[in-house]
């Protein structure tokens, strides 16, 4: 099962940020799960909520402004590939505003970095399976009635053979025909160890989470 960092690995430092994805990457995780939004200066950075801890929009802050209501200095998609060039990277597109110059990031490193494009904005998705060659993914936070509502817009793009399930959304009679149609099926939002070890036993081919103890990897390796 491909072991994913969310957000990094949070535990002594930000989330989203170079040091919690360092942190991550030496606990032995295989990737990384970061979020992408776009400040009034046109930066692509790495920040998961739609506001501030002011309480501003991100949308309407520059880069520096966002850092100093953070706290720290938000790191840049470009700084991240530059810092972790051997990494998986899935990316969520939080703001679709993010996505033009996310996408052309990494379409100019397509031989250097290894992404899964992910979003909840699915149209957003498709937009990526058509145009990059990079792997693409649905993010699903809700159970859906049937899967061909969701699957269809996705059979004719070969890149999109990815599904994100929230953990409450997991359902094995889903996941088995999502496998026998080529897709391939991640979940997030596992909280306990015995989530955990459910999601291995489902058979799923990845995992998003923020406990590295549970997927066998250590819990805080800046402190070791």
Not at 15 to 25: G, I, K, Q, R, Y
Not at 56 to 81: D, H, I, M, N
Request: proline content about 6%.
């Amino acid at each position: 099962m491909h072991l994913i960092a969310h957000r990094g690995l949070a535990r002594s430092v930000p989330e989203n940020t170079l040091a919690s994805f360092a942190a991550a990457l030496s606990a032995g995780f295989d990737g990384i799960e970061t979020d992408l939004r776009l400040t009034a200066d046109d930066e692509i950075v790495l920040f998961h909520d739609r506001v501030s801890p002011l309480g501003q929009p991100v949308a309407s802050l520059t880069r520096k402004a966002l850092s100093q209501a953070a706290g720290y200095l938000v790191p840049t998609l470009a700084e991240a590939f530059d810092a972790f060039p051997e990494a998986f990277w899935n990316l969520e597109i939080k703001s679709p505003a993010a996505a033009p110059g996310a996408f052309a990031l990494v379409n100019s490193r397509q031989m250097q970095q290894r992404v899964l494009i992910t979003s909840f904005r699915h149209e957003v998705v498709v937009f990526a399976a058509e145009h990059l060659d990079a792997e693409c993914g649905f993010l699903l936070h809700m159970r859906p009635p049937a899967l061909n509502t969701v699957l269809y817009p996705a059979l004719p793009l070969p890149r999109l053979r990815t599904l994100v399930w929230h953990y409450e959304m997991l359902d094995q009679h889903l996941l088995a025909q999502a496998n026998a149609l080529g897709f391939r099926n991640y979940v997030y939002g596992a909280i306990t160890e015995y989530e955990h070890l459910l999601c291995r036993e489902f058979g799923l081919h990845g995992i998003i989470t923020d406990y590295p103890q549970f997927v066998g990897l250590r819990s805080d390796p800046l402190l070791q």
